[in-house]
């Protein structure tokens, strides 16, 4: 098994920051405290909404004002036309008079202005109706952010979660800076922060397993969830995130430590003692009818203090397990063989 050493601190995986979205406002009501589990848009705290009641009524009349007003351009528009018309129709009979010697020019000539006058006027009643329906507009987006602001005295859990933290107090004003009102966790999923060291951070996948021990929890399985791109430029050291699955009763800010797994086989192993490197390689020293034969191999894994053999040598080959330094090619020895424990027999 090939193994990376971890250590860290159990931190949220996602934590919510709850703050009051209009300021000024003193703070009623706190439904909620440190602990408390809360879903999807549960109340956790009410601001003094007595201002934001009057701005929301103010606007309501606003908007009645401006939509009366719109309506009252509408009939201006009614009647401008309607004039408009007569004057047309007294325009073509005083045409027609004239054109028959049967009027004057001068009559003509005050029914042309007539018209004119009549179209200006229509003219302008629909300019004032395109003025009004622009109030009735802005009256209706003020309405819009009174009833929002309104809707934002109330605070509510923009998630489901585990509330971590509670900064506000009863008869403070609200604002946007500083500290949040509450801090929740959102599904309230802990996980491990883990340093690694960054010569181990390119041997790590995404879903590689971890068995963690966490202070005061024990053992738990968990899966490397992300890993970081870069590395801290002081202590040489990457950060990745392991998933715990669904484990129960864990804190933030707890310590936890532990190994995650990268390589998991089945090969063929020697104690790491058997395994000695010289200016020419790694190299085992092989028992052949009491001699020694010096075999380079070439040596991955170690583990439970074993080291794997990719190749070199055979299963049933024997192996100088200790002192193998002050021994060489072609040396003649007594072996002494060892049990499965490392004792002489």
């Known amino acids: 098994v090939g193994r990376i050493p971890v250590s860290g601190t159990l931190v949220p995986r996602d934590e919510i920051l709850v703050y009051p979205q209009v300021n000024g406002y003193t703070i009623d009501e706190l439904r909620v405290d440190i602990g408390d589990s809360v879903a999807k848009g549960d109340i956790l705290a009410v601001l003094n909404a007595r201002t934001l009641e009057a701005q929301l009524a103010q606007s309501q009349a606003e908007l009645a004002r401006a939509k009366a007003n719109t309506s009252q351009a509408q009939s201006q528009i009614t009647s401008a036309e309607a004039t408009a018309t007569q004057a047309e ?6 045409r027609q008079l004239q054109r028959n010697g049967a009027t004057t020019q ?3 000539d005050q029914a042309i202005a ?3 006058s009549a179209a200006a006027s229509l003219a302008s009643a629909q300019d004032g ?3 009004a329906r622009a109030q009735e507009q802005t009256a209706q987006a003020q309405l819009d952010i009174a009833q929002l602001g309104l809707e934002h005295a109330t605070l509510r859990a923009p998630v489901a979660g585990l509330i971590s933290a509670r900064n506000g107090q009863i008869g403070a004003i609200a604002a946007s800076a500083g500290e949040p009102i509450y801090r929740i966790i959102a599904g ?6 883990a340093e690694v060291i960054e010569t181990a951070l390119g041997g790590l996948q995404v879903g590689d397993t971890a068995d963690v021990t966490i202070a005061g929890s024990g053992k738990v399985a968990g899966t490397v969830r992300r890993i970081s791109p870069t590395v801290d430029a002081v202590n040489r050291l990457g950060l990745i995130r392991i998933s715990l699955g669904d484990a129960k009763g864990l804190r933030a800010g707890v310590f936890a430590s532990g190994w995650v797994v990268t390589d ?15 200016a020419e390689g790694t190299f085992v020293l092989v028992v052949n009818d ?3 034969e010096k075999r380079p191999v070439v040596a991955d894994l170690i583990w439970n203090n074993l080291r794997e053999i ?7 080959e024997i192996v100088v397990a200790k002192a193998g330094a002050f021994f060489g090619d072609g040396d003649t020895i007594n072996p002494i063989f060892a049990d499965s424990d490392g004792a002489p027999k």
């Open 106 to 108: 001068a009559a003509l």
């Open 129 to 131: 109706l395109l003025v």
């Open 89 to 94: 129709s007294v325009l073509e009979r005083t």
């Open 264 to 278: 998991q086989r089945h090969s063929l192993t020697v104690p790491t003692t058997a395994v000695l490197t010289d």
């Open 310 to 316: 990719i190749s070199g040598i055979a299963a049933d």
């Open 188 to 193: 309230g999923i802990i996980e491990v922060e």
């Open 290 to 292: 009491g001699v020694l």
């Open 114 to 116: 007539t018209a004119q």
